[in-house]
């Protein structure tokens, strides 16, 4: 169901959970978002039916796949863990094989997506001749907050309904109608710093509500550990050329001092970027950081918009709208940034492997002409 900025506000007066503070304080962060007035919230408590299931089936039936082909299942969602867990009711749905090695993450928060991946990758390579289905989402329906701490608050205007499913194989004749190559796949846990493990952290305030609240720190931590994981990634993509010159910055701050460090152009390893849609914010600090422009972080500006946070399914629309866009040609490379609890950056590099039809049926297809929009931006 999509909420208009107008119906989010109606509701949040209907529910007679809010005070007036708690209400305007969220309208406020909405207005700032950058998120649009298409992007959804789920109308009923069957949200992991409403949105895993028909993609699975779409995905299932467009690549001609019979459910029971299928030797790996991996499914995410950070907030909500029920019994029988996601898989279970995605085995139970399709009629998955009984011998089905099948895995249900939660708690990982937005960039359980790429976790998703890592870990079907790491069973593709001890499982040969085998193929994955890996389901990244959020439960947002049983998640909202009602209280009036701020800082959790902010989850309500944030996250929305969304999801993805991604097809992964090692069969040697799959190669021929795959889309992308994983070329790389880093993950950077920061859990050992306080500040970071707290910075996006659920929790009760003081009546009992529970919440997941975003620390002030959330920007810096983010920066923290994007920079760590640039600096495993960097060498493994970046021309040594860009490796040099980061190199000599490094020491010239050991030999004089300082505490500037050259920033690598990572536009010379990758053609497009996928940036956690996670917020305005988020996506602005990312852009300055990697020193990237207007049309690089395009894709996540008008996922946030149309979808809003989507978490660990926001890097896969990002990928829909390069492709839907015509800007995806065989051979370009595209790294993937999610951002999650922990706290966690993950980066995943995906090389395009075939000719991309613009015009495939994808969550965009049905007005990709209509974007990009300029988006308000309230101060």
């Keep these: 169901m999509r909420v208009p900025h107008a119906t989010f506000l109606e509701h949040a007066h209907r529910w007679n959970t809010f005070d007036k503070e708690s209400i305007e304080f969220q309208y406020k962060v909405l207005e700032r978002s950058g998120i649009g007035d298409e992007a959804c919230v789920p109308a009923a408590k069957l949200e992991i039916e409403e949105v895993l299931f028909p993609i699975v089936e779409d995905l299932l039936t467009k690549q001609k796949i019979n459910p029971k082909s299928i030797d790996i299942l991996v499914t995410n969602c950070s907030l909500f863990s029920p019994t029988p867990s996601i898989s279970s009711m995605i085995i139970n749905k399709f009629g998955l094989r009984r011998n089905v090695k099948s895995f249900s993450l939660s708690g990982m928060g937005c960039s359980a997506g790429i976790l998703s991946i890592s870990l079907a990758e790491e069973l593709l390579k001890v499982h040969k001749n085998s193929t994955a289905l890996v389901l990244s989402m959020e439960a947002v329906s049983p998640n909202g907050y009602h209280g009036k701490v701020k800082s959790m608050l902010v989850s309500n205007v944030l996250f929305r309904m969304g999801g993805a499913a991604i097809l992964l194989s090692n069969k040697r004749n799959?190669?021929?109608?795959?889309?992308?190559?994983?070329?790389?796949l880093v993950r950077t846990h920061m859990g050992f710093d306080d500040q970071a493990y707290k910075s996006v952290f659920q929790q009760s305030d003081e009546i009992g509500l529970t919440g997941v609240s975003l620390?002030?720190?959330?920007?810096?931590?983010?920066?923290?550990?994007?920079?760590?994981?640039?600096?495993?990634?960097?060498?493994?993509?970046l021309p040594y050329s860009e490796q040099l010159r980061y190199a000599w910055s490094l020491l010239g701050r050991k030999i004089r001092g300082g505490t500037g460090i050259y920033v690598p152009n990572f536009k010379k390893a990758f053609e497009h970027f996928c940036i956690h849609a996670g917020g305005r914010a988020v996506i602005d600090a990312l852009e300055e950081n990697l020193k990237l422009d207007k049309l690089d972080a395009e894709a996540s500006r008008m996922t946030l918009y149309r979808f809003g946070n989507t978490s660990s399914s926001s890097v896969w629309y990002e990928l829909c709208y390069l492709e839907a866009k015509g800007r995806m040609k065989k051979g370009d490379r595209v790294w993937k940034i999610a951002l999650g609890s922990g706290f966690k950056c993950d980066s995943a590099v995906w090389e395009c492997i075939s000719d991309i039809d613009p015009n495939e049926i994808n969550a965009w297809s049905d007005r990709i002409n209509l974007y990009p929009v300029e988006i308000p931006n309230m101060s």
């Design 215 to 237: 620390s002030k720190a959330l920007l810096k931590v983010a920066a923290k550990a994007l920079t760590a994981n640039m600096s495993t990634l960097g060498p493994l993509v």
């Design 174 to 184: 799959d190669k021929k109608k795959a889309k992308y190559k994983l070329k790389h």
